[in-house]
């Protein structure tokens, strides 16, 4: 079973209030990844990252930032939620580049 | 960057029927592939992956895929599906500079 965990799993928040949300691995693992998926859609890769202080941005960054300061811990904060955020966001990490990617059980999260 | 295409949304099939599902991947190498699938409200689980050697891989809950470099595609199959099979299935393909990206995903429908 993987180890890697997301909190808080379900949060409603208010339109322009800060967020992070949380993730974390306890498998070591230096590649770690956020994806965005609204139900029943595509996963959109916004962040990843190679190791300690090696964050890059994938296709929908631009309103969200993250940080690796420790290798198990990849936080990604919203500065400024807006309704447009509201979907499921999901935290994943792998070993290696031919390796499976294990994931968290998301987060949900509604702006209102 | 790598692109993977799912070309079918939606399929629908009956208990005990075969099953194939179809992806295409864009990139410029070889690629490693990957098929997850995902029940509702859960995260992805992995079925199956393929890096290198026998083109024919075998996975787990009776799936299997076959890599074929000439058509850029990477099918799932199975023999006969179970109604416990009914769920969302993403590919997915890792590039060499780390980051991996899913296809919009096919959701299975099986009829009794």
């Known amino acids: 079973e993987a180890d890697i965990y997301q909190t808080p799993r379900y949060l409603v928040i208010g339109t322009g209030k800060k967020i992070t949300l949380e993730c974390s691995q306890t498998m070591g693992h230096d590649k770690m990844y956020w994806y965005q998926q609204d139900p029943g859609m595509e996963l959109h890769l916004i962040h990843y990252?190679?190791?300690?202080?090696?964050?890059e941005k994938g296709d929908l960054s631009s309103e969200s930032t993250v940080s690796r300061i420790r290798t198990e811990h990849f936080p990604l904060t919203l500065e400024s939620a807006r309704p447009s955020h509201t979907s499921q966001y999901l935290c994943?990490?792998?070993?290696?580049?031919?390796?499976?990617?294990?994931f968290g059980q998301g987060t949900r999260l509604t702006v209102v | 960057a790598q692109s993977v295409t799912q070309p079918d949304i939606h399929i629908t099939v009956s208990e005990g029927a075969s099953l194939e599902l179809r992806c295409n991947y864009s990139y410029g190498a070889t690629p490693y592939l990957f098929w997850y699938v995902q029940s509702p409200g859960q995260g992805l689980q992995l079925l199956l992956k393929?890096?290198?050697?026998?083109?024919l891989v075998q996975g787990i809950k009776g799936f299997e895929a076959e890599f074929k470099r000439s058509q850029s595609s990477f099918n799932l199959r199975k023999p006969s599906v179970h109604w416990s099979d009914a769920a969302e299935y993403f590919c997915a393909v890792g590039a060499h500079n780390n980051d991996m990206r899913f296809g919009a995903g096919t959701r299975l429908t099986v009829k009794p």
């Open positions: 994943a990490s792998r070993e290696y580049m031919n390796t499976e990617a294990f």
């Open positions: 990252s190679y190791g300690v202080n090696s964050t």
């Open positions: 393929y890096f290198s050697g026998d083109t």
